[in-house]
């Protein structure tokens, strides 16, 4: 495919320059549950610092290409859109009600491919609490496509003197979330609020592992 020939020319050009850039460490929930590499298909959320997150991301997960959800202003700017078209980026307009981002969302997962989404949403602003209130959309997903959830949490220092540090959690099973006594809007707003949780939860952990260093 030619997304996935793009993504290999992409990460295998650019790895000197992102080792420079981002020096990223790559952190551990629990290593024998989840590393780097992604077997299967599998939805990778993550809260959302900067534009530069996905760029990260692209790398920190090698083996698999990454089929990132990405916001409509992103692809309106020239030529930086047909880019992130080219590696397979997802369309998500948030100005209108337009789901097609689920739809193929859910077929890529359904192919055994990966996608990864930011729940919050948007990057957050100066002063708000953080992670920020997760939409629905992906704990929708996961259920919809029973998929196991990635949870990745980055704490965003780019192009800095302090590393760039993202700690992998444990999947989350859709289907450990999921009564069947509760409405569908229920069970998604029940493992909505697990993906957010388990995400401030990473955020606790990558500090207390970079305190132990």
């Excluded at 993550?46 to 990405?70: G, K």
């Excluded at 259920?143 to 540090?165: D, H, M, Q, W």
Aim: net charge positive; proline share 5%.
């Amino acid at each position: 495919m030619l997304i996935d020939f793009f993504n290999w020319f992409v990460k295998i050009t650019a790895y000197p320059v992102q080792k420079l850039i981002f020096r990223t460490k790559v952190c551990y929930q629990d290593k024998a549950r989840q590393g780097r590499h992604i077997k299967g298909a599998a939805l990778v959320i993550s809260n959302h610092t900067s534009v530069f997150d996905y760029a990260v991301y692209l790398f920190v997960f090698f083996t698999r290409t990454l089929r990132v959800q990405m916001a409509e202003v992103l692809f309106d700017k020239k030529p930086l859109g047909l880019f992130l078209k080219m590696l397979g980026g997802i369309y998500v307009n948030r100005d209108a009600r337009n789901f097609d981002f689920i739809n193929k969302s859910e077929l890529i997962l359904k192919k055994g491919g990966v996608v990864g989404a930011f729940p919050e949403g948007r990057i957050p602003r100066g002063g708000e609490q953080t992670p920020l209130e997760f939409k629905p959309s992906a704990a929708y997903l996961a259920l919809s496509a029973g998929v196991p959830v990635i949870p990745v949490f980055t704490n965003g220092k780019y192009f800095c003197k302090e590393r760039a540090r993202v700690i992998i959690g444990t999947p989350l099973n859709p289907s450990d979330y999921a009564d069947d006594k509760l409405s569908d809007k229920e069970n998604i707003d029940r493992f909505n609020n697990a993906l957010r949780q388990k995400i401030t939860e990473l955020g606790n952990e990558l500090d207390e592992q970079t305190k132990k260093e």
